[in-house]
């Protein structure tokens, strides 16, 4: 007897882009004097700096506590930093008990869409979007509704809302954008809470990039209000400004009625957060700003490598760059897929192709290029591989 699929949702879902890239690397090998040029994934390659591992090793040796369950919404003395640095850096109200922390900001996404929607359902998502949004989406049945960008990858609130419809739930804005990189003007936010509050469905903004814009001051200005909490929804990453990515430490932003479902989701997939994970995020926040600063500094140093190495690359088309990301259109005539795996034998180059973030039959001429994962040197001897193409 062959088993059938038990959820066909699930089976239906697309394979992991990052992983099913991975896979094109099978049987391939690499001169030592020309090794891999991994630009796939947008995360961080080195481990946290000294003291912050220190601070981890601390914790782990000698408080009991980090190696037990602790609250499902998280640590209060996290929520509560997080609270206060983020009034002061938006200039609003939040407190302690609007903030929870989660596993990643991936199962921060999955929680606030777990109190907004279910089969059947919708959430408009801008193209391209970012790929694990829209897989989460397929699992549970709620259909994602693209809305089309267009030159400059700014959605705007207008196009969006001839997409609403009775079962429409939310909007997913991702700002600095993955994958396009770029930064939506605060004009543009304020654009969609107001359609959002007057359609009475729920904004949600992922920021995990936040600490990368290249602009001074607070991106936005949705947290003045005095009411944000009624519908909007901020989702947060440590892992991006520590070097966090396998402690698995994020945060929603959301009114304290929000988070009691949310906690209902936490404790049924999770139980809590990474004690460690959020003790190390805690430490981060309390005593790196200096070195986020001198970070931000250096990937905003690759973002103008990227933009003036891909300006005098002939026949490629920048769409979009910032936080990690440069968005691209390529000129060769194969399809991006083809493309891009074509890259890997005959560059040496990982990139993931524009299809893993777009609807079916679009983003057949676009890359994403994570550009966070090399330095300045790294993105010239790029540019140099890409510029000595001939497919």
Not at 71 to 78: H, I, N, Q
Not at 177 to 185: A, D, T
Not at 323 to 332: I, N, Q
Not at 362 to 378: S, T
């Amino acid at each position: 007897m062959v088993l059938k699929p038990l959820n066909p949702a699930l089976a239906a879902t697309f394979a992991p882009p990052v992983m099913e890239a991975r896979r094109w690397l099978d049987g391939e090998e690499f001169a030592p004097d020309r090794p891999l040029i991994n630009v796939s994934q947008a995360a961080p390659v080195a481990p946290p700096p000294l003291a912050l591992r220190q601070a981890i090793a601390e914790a782990a040796l000698h408080l009991p506590a980090a190696h037990l369950y602790g609250p499902v919404l998280g640590m209060a003395e996290l929520r509560a930093e997080l609270a206060a640095q983020w009034s002061a850096a938006y200039g609003g109200a939040i407190a302690p008990a609007q903030v929870a922390i989660t596993q990643g900001c991936n199962q921060a996404f999955c929680a606030a869409l777990a109190t907004l929607a279910g089969a059947g359902d919708e959430v408009i998502l801008p193209t391209p979007w970012y790929f694990n949004h829209k897989m989460w989406l397929d699992m549970q049945r709620v259909k994602a509704v693209p809305l089309a960008t267009g030159a400059g990858l700014i959605p705007e609130a207008e196009a969006a809302a001839a997409l609403i419809t009775p079962a429409t739930r939310a909007i997913v804005l991702v700002s600095p954008n993955n994958p396009g990189g770029v930064e939506y003007p605060a004009a543009v936010l304020r654009a969609f809470r107001e359609l959002a509050r007057q359609r009475g469905i729920a904004l949600i903004v992922d920021e995990t990039y936040r600490d990368f814009d290249s602009r001074d001051g607070a991106p936005h200005d949705l947290f003045t209000d005095p009411d944000w909490d009624e519908g909007f929804i901020h989702l947060y990453s440590f892992s991006k400004a520590y070097r966090l990515t396998g402690h698995r430490v994020g945060a929603i932003v959301a009114s304290a009625e929000r988070l009691a479902e949310v906690e209902k989701f936490l404790d049924t997939v999770a139980i809590c957060p990474s004690q460690l994970g959020q003790i190390a995020a805690l430490w981060g926040m309390r005593n790196l700003a200096g070195w986020v600063a001198g970070e931000r500094a250096e990937i905003l140093a690759r973002r103008a490598a990227m933009q003036a190495g891909l300006t005098a690359l002939p026949g490629w088309r920048t769409l979009g760059v910032g936080a990690y990301f440069a968005y691209v259109e390529h000129p060769s005539p194969l399809p991006s897929p083809a493309f891009a795996r074509a890259l890997v034998r005959e560059a040496g180059v990982l990139v993931l192709p524009g299809t893993m973030f777009m609807p079916e039959g679009e983003g057949e001429r676009e890359l994403r290029i994570a550009f966070a994962n090399i330095d300045v040197a790294g993105i010239g001897r790029l540019m140099a591989r890409l510029s000595a193409l001939t497919i």
